[in-house]
């Protein structure tokens, strides 16, 4: 397929505004940017933000049930990693879907 025209980077970051207006949590837009570009990982991150950010209200929720002061609570954290091995990224996709009801 012949190009017609060179986009200038002005229409991808319009693109990216667009889809982000649409309601994605991510758009990847840019010259030789594949549908695919990262979505595993921006999809793991996401589910990964989003779990944290629930167990978060929950702690924050019983704080408040209890009465616990923040300077009191030590929260945990859970180590990231930003490059996995594919057998990683599947074993890692597979123990947060179980975690949320949705084994493969």
Known sequence: MKVARM???EEYDSWQEEGMAMGFKYVASGPLVRSSYKAGEVFM???LKERDAA???KRIDGRRETGVRREQH???ALPRSVVWSPDEAEARA???LAGAGMSK
């Open 74 to 76: 030590q929260p945990t």
């Open 94 to 96: 597979a123990r947060v």
């Open 45 to 47: 991150e996401t589910i």
């Open 7 to 9: 986009l200038p980077p």
């Open 55 to 57: 167990d978060e209200r």
